[in-house]
């Protein structure tokens, strides 16, 4: 059934990749809600479970739409316009898990020496250090800048490790981004945005995209390489207790590494927001 | 029965870490360094990862997803995001009784005095498909072995036999081919009569507690 969250409902979702929809129903599923999409030869074409049109954008390779009436447009990514970049899709990964909970993971840098064991992190350099969480009222945005870990292989190119600096933005509720320096062009910066589907409270499937600044790495390498610490991640939040995100200060407890989840919590809270949070009680 | 045995003690060994379920709660069973086992509640209080994904270090338990340590009282001893700080005493994780006794590990929610113990030889544990039908321990002879068989319900609807000899088994093969075999006809028998199932060994049950008692 159809979430009644208007918070959730008033926003655009990535749904499919472009280039996998042809003339044949291509149902999927949507805030509990069944929708069906197909490229018929009058264009893009999608309907809810009652057979109602629904609102499609095509941006990124994705096909977006929408249960509800979206204030914002769909994120505006300026890298993608860059014609020297490598985009890299990464393709859908189905998670047992609230998108919500998904989004925090992609904001924590504590879990790289654990989860990314000699990728992202590696012990005993597991110090996050102080950062700066900046709520952008005007574009209604979250961000964490001036992020610094040590990384032993930050990228597809990376053999030597080094102090990674990374700046992390939150667009909307169910889409998180990163922008972190080019290991192979230290004066660019690589994007890195994962747009998360949001089909049952605590199930989603998510798509990772990058736009690369690489004149290195083959595309398969690149791709693999995310596919990887995709795949560790996906371990943990599916085995959170709840799987739910609380939005509750108190039900777990945080550390100053943490304030950009603390940040995305009282965002969330603020905004409303029920569809994936352990506050939600089913409608 | 204020105990659920949860596994063969020998199944368990130092530096082990594994999930199991009491009723459905969800327990984390580690084993430290120094061979002593714990039962955790099997949720990190920081940001809810289960911890039986976790480590063993030494006499600690670190969580998988950021390395955060507890030691075999429960209490947070380490957060490597900040190596300097010595985190407060507030950060303990709910902690169940746990012992060894009679070749079995042992966890009880509430005060209780501990089970017997007994010289006994591991032979295996079984994973039923089906709610168990009793919660005390009984003993019995299959395959000219006496054997302790401790019952542990995981779920409502799924269970599991814990099981050692209290002398060493005159056959091996033919002792686990016994237990198999009574594990698939009670499994089959559930199957096909659910209801009728469930009175017929709860009334088993029972008389496995009679002979308990009486061999205890």
Redesign the interface.
Known sequence: MRTRDRVALDEWYAVASADELGPAPWPTRLLGEDITLARTPAGLAAHDAAGAPLPLRERYGLVFTTLGAPRGEIVEIAEAVEPDRRFVPCGWTLLRASGLRVV?NFL????F???HADILGA??R???APYRVEFRREADELWARGCRFWQPRAAATDTTGTMMEIDYRVPSPFVVMLYRVAPSQPHRRDCIALFIQPMEATLCRAVPLMWLADDISTHTAMLHFEQAIFLQDR??VE????LAL?LDPRA???????SS?VAYRRWLKEKGLRFGTAEWTGA | MAWTAVALAADLGVGDVAGTRIDGE?IALWRDAGGTPHAFE??C??????LS?GFARGDRLA?????WQFDGAGRCRA?????D?SPPAT?TLRRHRCVERAGLLWVAFAEAPPPADAPAWPVLSLFLDRPATTREPWRERIAGTPLLLAPQPRSPTQSAWHVVALAPPADAAALRAALHARRRALERFADEQPAASERRHAMAGSSHLRSAREAG
Do not use: K
């Open positions: 925090e924590d840098m504590a879990h020496p654990y989860v012990e005993p597991t110090e996050v371990v943990i085995n959170q207790r709840p609380p777990e407890i945080p550390t100053r590494a943490d989840s | 969800e099997d949720r209080p920081h940001r809810g990862m289960r994904f969580c998988l997803y950021h390395g957060i490597p995001a900040h190596p700080l950060i």
